[in-house]
């Protein structure tokens, strides 16, 4: 695997001299000016039969105010935006939708900003590197500016941290520990991570959390947090790797919550207990346990790899025959689902990303800053998550239906 992902950058003046560019922007600049002129044509229409004391019309125009960049995608786009005067003395202003007073970039430029620090592109390299996409006069986009991102990263966090929950329902929860290298002096950063599921079939951050490791208390913290801010009921099944703290602390918050094992990790803990020829052979056999369409051939085939490696290799037999139960659970719930709950795949590929970006920065990133920028990794992410499945099935999933190997089964008629 790659260690950081490399970002090819054109030459400054190639994307200066491109003509197209220059016409897309030349283009942009007059479509703006015109639809700035809209605006006000419709501002001065809403007033038009208003009239001062002296019976003259109340709101007209009065000029410009002075001209300004606003970077976007295809580079700086200068505007002038219309100036309207009140002469009725009721404060009245324009001020336009499409470019809010104080704007010197767009929307689009301010998530490449987080964009390319997530992907690797220090702070140091940020001149050359959005010189090379906006052209040589960028102006306002140093070092300095990706600080006062950062910064602005940090109580976005802390407002999302503190958000109410009330009234939230989930039905499903992922969870995981990830880890990350920070600043040398410091330990090395655990966070504690949540993904839950709505009774929709989107899929939300739940918690995002800064612990010690996985210990049970960092983890009853963040449940008895969200337990808190309004969160009354737990999930029905909550998926997870093999860390007991989180279970641990499950039980205590939210007792009335199943267990999910994930497969990827349990395998990984299992293939780890064998010598690496058997592995191929022995990944098929697991394999075959949770992609069996009911819970009797499942048993069967964990039952076969139990007997198949217990004499020579107890030890992974033993990894897998202590969390039968929990492994199998996902067997109660709809089969649409299974490909969503048998593992925590939406947390293990969404931080693949953050931990490029980690080796970049080679260790270099405080607890505070590295926990900003999982945030906004999130946010981007989020963007890209898809809805789960059979989102229909999740209400009843949510108010205690029952499920036998996927399907659902006939409630008795009162």
Known sequence: MQEHTTIPFPHPQLTAED????????????????????????????????????GRQAVVRNGYL????????????????????????????????????????????????????????????????????????????????????????????????SRSLKDKRY???????????????????????????????????VG??????????????????????GLEHGPALAIGDGALGFWKALRQVYGQTRWQRCWVHKTANVLDKLPKALQPQAKQRLQAIWMAPDRQRAAMAFDLFVAT?????????????????????????????????????????????????TNKTRGCLSRTAMLAMVFKLWQSAAKRWHRLRAAHYLPEVMHGMAFQDGIRVAQDAA
């Open 208 to 229: 995002l959390w800064d612990g010690y490791r996985e210990s049970e208390q960092s983890w009853k913290e963040l449940l008895l947090d969200l337990q808190s801010r």
């Open 19 to 54: 003509p197209l560019t220059e016409l897309l922007r030349q283009s942009a600049q007059r479509l703006l000016a015109q639809a700035i002129e809209a605006e006000v044509a419709v501002l001065l229409a809403r007033y038009a039969d208003q009239r001062d004391a002296q």
């Open 309 to 357: 490696y217990e004499a020579k290799y107890p030890k992974a037999a033993e990894c897998l025959a202590q969390d039968r139960e929990v492994l199998l659970a996902f067997y109660d719930f709809p089969a649409e689902h299974w490909g969503h709950i048998r593992t925590t795949n939406p947390i293990e590929s969404t931080f693949a990303t953050v931990r490029l970006r």
């Open 171 to 205: 039905v499903y929860f992922w969870v995981d520990g990830v880890y990350f290298e920070t600043r040398l002096e410091e330990a090395r950063q655990c966070i504690l991570v949540i993904i839950g599921a709505t009774a929709d079939g989107q899929k939300e951050l």
């Open 66 to 161: 002075p001209e300004r960049e606003v970077q976007t995608g295809i580079g700086a786009v200068r505007v002038k935006v219309p100036r309207v005067r009140d002469r009725s003395g009721s404060g009245l202003r324009f001020h336009s939708a499409l470019l809010p007073p104080y704007l010197r970039r767009s929307h689009s430029l301010e998530a490449l900003l987080p964009w390319l620090y997530l992907k690797g592109v220090s702070t140091g390299d940020f001149a050359e590197a959005l010189q090379a996409l906006l052209g040589p006069e960028a102006p306002g986009l140093s070092p300095a500016t990706i600080s006062r991102l950062k910064q602005a990263w940090h109580e976005e966090l802390t407002q999302w941290q």
